[in-house]
């Protein structure tokens, strides 16, 4: 709501960054935390099935340059986005961002109100887990989310503007967000049934290596259609990735409840930086170089290095047996 509202830069720092980012982490674990607690044959199948909204819903605004309110791209969901392109062509920015928010603060509250913890309330537990620290297997996944979010986000960020530098229409490289989110619906819910059977962190793996190599695949589309076809599949190795990423935890913890949420919060308090630098990282390679290549080759690096940090996390836990974890 204050986004709306905001005239000067650092205004739009401090209501979408900082505000938004603390209420948005602040949801997100306690959410992620609860659901396992409901489900113990198709836990990853629930928790999949459960991220799939975000892949209708989740969206990111960025704002740059002297004329901050400008919106130059609005990588996400499926509805999100599009309710907010055409609302601010009839109605403006600030309308645009209102309604937005007033979508997610009904669907918000209902879930709040709707939401039960299963197990039976225990004592306040510390904010931070000493044994975390000393338990290698999630050193190893924290590193791989770092470097995942790094890598993972920058498809979703600079797709639109390659498919601009290609000769594509404004539309076009709009709705390529929009496919790339539609494909992590299926990669969100299709893999989550098998995931019960493999483990998450297999999945995970697989998720990160598969990402790689079409990220690294992307340096050479030089068409629409290729463009197309590279958001559907990369949307779907990156929504399994996401998708796995919590219940990762949870398995590399042997399924104890009752650190899951204490450890999955200090996972992503050292992986989340990934997310912060990944982009803006790849910007700067790309206005140093006007060269695509340098952000496919840095968002692709840094995924396949994910993969093999969460390789390191799985040897490190069960070795090199092929079982489920």
């Given at each position: 709501?204050?986004?709306?509202?905001?005239?000067?830069?650092?205004?739009?720092?401090?209501?979408?960054?900082?505000?938004?980012?603390?209420?948005?982490?602040?949801?997100?674990?306690?959410?992620?935390?609860?659901?396992?607690?409901?489900?113990?044959?198709?836990?990853?199948?629930?928790?999949?099935?459960?991220?799939?909204?975000?892949?209708?819903?989740?969206?990111?605004?960025?704002?740059?340059?002297?004329?901050?309110?400008?919106?130059?791209?609005?990588?996400?969901?499926?509805?999100?986005?599009?309710?907010?392109?055409?609302?601010?062509?009839?109605?403006?920015?600030?309308?645009?961002?209102?309604?937005?928010?007033?979508?997610?603060?009904?669907?918000?509250?209902?879930?709040?109100?709707?939401?039960?913890?299963?197990?039976?309330?225990?004592?306040?537990?510390?904010?931070?887990?000493?044994?975390?620290?000393?338990?290698?297997?999630?050193?190893?996944?924290?590193?791989?989310?770092?470097?995942?979010?790094?890598?993972?986000?920058?498809?979703?960020?600079?797709?639109?503007?390659?498919?601009?530098?290609?000769?594509?229409?404004?539309?076009?490289?709009?709705?390529?967000?929009?496919?790339?989110?539609?494909?992590?619906?299926?990669?969100?819910?299709?893999?989550?049934?098998?995931?019960?059977?493999?483990?998450?962190?297999?999945?995970?793996?697989?998720?990160?290596?598969?990402?790689?190599?079409?990220?690294?695949?992307?340096?050479?589309?030089?068409?629409?259609?290729?463009?197309?076809?590279?958001?559907?599949?990369?949307?779907?190795?990156?929504?399994?990735?996401?998708?796995?990423?919590?219940?990762?935890?949870?398995?590399?913890?042997k399924g104890q409840m009752a650190r899951f949420g204490?450890?999955?919060?200090?996972?992503?308090?050292?992986?989340?930086?990934?997310?912060?630098?990944?982009?803006?990282?790849?910007?700067?390679?790309?206005?140093?170089?006007?060269?695509?290549?340098?952000?496919q080759s840095f968002s692709g690096s840094m995924i396949?290095?994910?993969?093999?940090?969460?390789?390191?996390?799985?040897?490190?836990?069960?070795?090199?047996?092929?079982?489920?974890?």
């Amino acid at each position: 709501m204050m986004t709306s509202l905001c005239t000067e830069y650092w205004q739009v720092m401090l209501a979408q960054g900082a505000v938004t980012g603390v209420g948005t982490g602040l949801l997100f674990v306690p959410a992620t935390a609860l659901l396992p607690q409901y489900f113990a044959k198709r836990r990853n199948l629930a928790a999949t099935i459960a991220a799939a909204g975000s892949g209708f819903g989740e969206d990111r605004i960025r704002l740059c340059g002297s004329e901050f309110l400008k919106l130059t791209r609005l990588p996400g969901g499926l509805i999100y986005p599009i309710i907010f392109r055409e609302v601010q062509r009839s109605m403006g920015f600030g309308w645009a961002v209102r309604i937005v928010a007033f979508v997610a603060l009904v669907l918000g509250l209902a879930s709040v109100l709707t939401a039960r913890t299963r197990a039976p309330a225990r004592p306040m537990r510390e904010l931070l887990d000493p044994a975390v620290f000393r338990d290698v297997p999630v050193l190893f996944f924290a590193v791989a989310c770092f470097a995942a979010f790094a890598g993972l986000y920058i498809p979703a960020y600079y797709i639109g503007i390659h498919e601009l530098s290609l000769g594509g229409s404004e539309d076009m490289a709009f709705y390529l967000v929009a496919i790339m989110q539609a494909g992590s619906l299926l990669g969100r819910i299709g893999p989550g049934y098998f995931a019960d059977r493999t483990g998450p962190l297999n999945m995970f793996i697989a998720a990160c290596f598969s990402a790689g190599i079409l990220v690294f695949c992307w340096i050479a589309i030089e068409n629409t259609a290729g463009m197309v076809v590279f958001a559907a599949l990369y949307g779907t190795a990156f929504g399994l990735a996401m998708a796995m990423a919590a219940m990762c935890v949870l398995s590399l913890i042997k399924g104890q409840m009752a650190r899951f949420g204490t450890t999955l919060g200090m996972c992503l308090l050292l992986s989340s930086p990934g997310i912060l630098i990944g982009a803006p990282i790849a910007g700067a390679a790309l206005k140093r170089s006007n060269d695509f290549t340098d952000v496919q080759s840095f968002s692709g690096s840094m995924i396949m290095f994910a993969g093999l940090c969460a390789c390191a996390a799985r040897i490190w836990s069960v070795g090199f047996a092929v079982r489920k974890i």
